[in-house]
């Protein structure tokens, strides 16, 4: 099986304007769009365990020629400094076919600061509409091969503080190599 290429193809422009360019990821078996800037926000970034996310996922999805799956994902593998901000979340259908959201394993930070627990669905978190909307577009643009970084807010578990803001980049996993039924995330927090 041939390794994935990337290619980084222009945006349409009829204006002839200057725009950010389009990135992809062309996998034998799935073409993965980037958000416009994502790639260069991940290598100049100070905050270097994104470059290490993003390029553990890359390396793992270049070796296997393919969208890897969740058990080819080997913590053991994995930069040491990432697994505390690790989460690993299942897709699962509806009987109308709308997907729901499952946290299956979540690093230890996360769940030293966060309420949400292994076996809790994205929409049974305690949030107003907005972020709920938010949160699921994210994880519905991954579904969809989208990866984009969202920017967020949350309640603190600490009398510190209460509430803190944070980054989070979801990745997709398939164990068939093209239908995304998992997805690998890091979520880091600024002070």
Same mark, same amino acid.
């Given at each position: ?68 799956? =969740? =058990? ?120």
């Amino acid at each position: 099986m041939s390794k994935p290429d990337i290619a980084v193809h222009p945006l349409d422009n009829p204006e002839g304007d200057i725009e950010p360019r389009a990135d992809f990821i062309d996998l034998s078996s799935a073409r993965i769009s980037l958000e416009p800037g994502l790639r260069g926000f991940l290598a100049e970034a100070t905050e270097r365990r994104w470059q290490l996310f993003f390029d553990y996922w890359h390396d793992l999805a270049t070796s296997v020629g393919r969208l890897p799956g =969740r =058990r080819e994902v080997d913590p053991v593998q994995m930069p040491r400094k990432l697994l505390p901000n690790i989460f690993l979340t299942d897709v699962l259908h509806e009987a109308d076919g709308r997907p729901r959201f499952r946290f299956r394993l979540l690093g230890q930070e996360i769940v030293d600061y966060e309420y949400t627990r292994p076996g809790q669905y994205l929409d049974e978190l305690v949030l107003c509409p907005e972020q709920h909307a938010l949160f699921e577009a994210q994880y519905l643009d991954c579904l969809n091969l989208h990866l984009r970084l969202r920017a967020g807010t949350l309640r603190w578990r600490s009398d510190v503080k209460s509430v803190i803001a944070y980054d989070v980049l979801l990745l997709p996993l398939a164990c068939d190599g093209r239908e995304v039924n998992a997805m690998i995330g890091l979520a880091i927090y600024r002070n």
